[in-house]
């Protein structure tokens, strides 16, 4: 992708980012650069309420036009119970410390879409796969979050693909 007329700011920032990537030979700090802008342009199409990405993922319908939630009910109950901790919990500039090949990991595989359009955050997967794991342990579901979200450790695939899923 080049420059062109009418290119839109989005595409923008994502070219920048690419340019930047392709940088990472000449200095790892560019990888960096590169995730930062990449988040940066996710954050300006994604919400930071995650009443309204939670909103979204049970709202999913398949191509048949029957309900198709991403999200469990049981998840999705308790997280509603604590909406006000979890949107002060949360905290978006920790999507900030991934290099882009990270970054592009999980856009690529884990942040779930609506529509083919991300819907979620890295701070809002992370916060999903806590209380999936969790459940109503809200105490122990926001200890795996700070734990996860400052990247202590990471749970593999399965978990992070479908945890807070109806097929967990």
Same mark, same amino acid.
């Given at each position: 992708? &080049?420059?062109?007329? &009418? #290119?839109? /700011?989005? =595409?923008?920032?994502?070219?920048?980012?690419? /340019?930047?990537? %392709?940088? $990472? #030979?000449?200095?790892? @700090?560019? @990888?960096?650069?590169?995730?930062?802008?990449?988040?940066? $342009?996710?954050?300006?199409?994604?919400?930071?309420? +995650?009443?309204?990405?939670?909103?979204?993922?049970?709202?999913?319908?398949?191509? @048949? &036009?029957?309900?198709?939630?991403?999200?469990?009910?049981?998840? %999705?109950?308790?997280?509603?119970?604590?909406?006000? =901790? #979890?949107?002060?919990?949360?905290? %978006?500039?920790?999507? +900030?410390?991934?290099? +882009?090949?990270?970054?592009? /990991?999980?856009?690529? *595989? %884990?942040?779930?879409?609506?529509?083919?359009? #991300?819907?979620?955050?890295?701070?809002?997967?992370?916060?999903?796969?806590?209380? &999936?794991?969790?459940?109503?342990?809200?105490?122990?579901?926001? =200890?795996?979050? =700070?734990?996860? @979200?400052?990247?202590?450790?990471?749970?593999?695939?399965? /978990?992070?693909? $479908?945890? *807070?899923? $109806?097929?967990?």
């Amino acid at each position: 992708m &080049g420059m062109y007329s &009418g #290119i839109t /700011t989005a =595409e923008l920032d994502t070219l920048a980012a690419e /340019t930047c990537a %392709y940088m $990472n #030979i000449v200095h790892p @700090s560019y @990888s960096f650069l590169a995730a930062k802008i990449a988040v940066n $342009n996710l954050h300006k199409s994604t919400s930071d309420d +995650y009443k309204v990405v939670a909103d979204q993922l049970r709202s999913q319908i398949d191509v @048949s &036009g029957r309900p198709a939630p991403l999200l469990a009910q049981d998840v %999705y109950d308790v997280m509603m119970a604590n909406i006000d =901790e #979890i949107n002060k919990k949360i905290d %978006y500039t920790r999507d +900030y410390q991934y290099d +882009y090949f990270g970054y592009k /990991t999980l856009e690529r *595989g %884990y942040l779930m879409q609506v529509d083919k359009k #991300i819907v979620e955050r890295p701070q809002h997967l992370i916060m999903r796969v806590a209380f &999936g794991i969790h459940k109503a342990d809200v105490k122990a579901a926001f =200890e795996t979050y =700070e734990l996860m @979200s400052l990247l202590w450790f990471t749970h593999a695939t399965p /978990t992070l693909f $479908n945890a *807070g899923t $109806n097929h967990p």
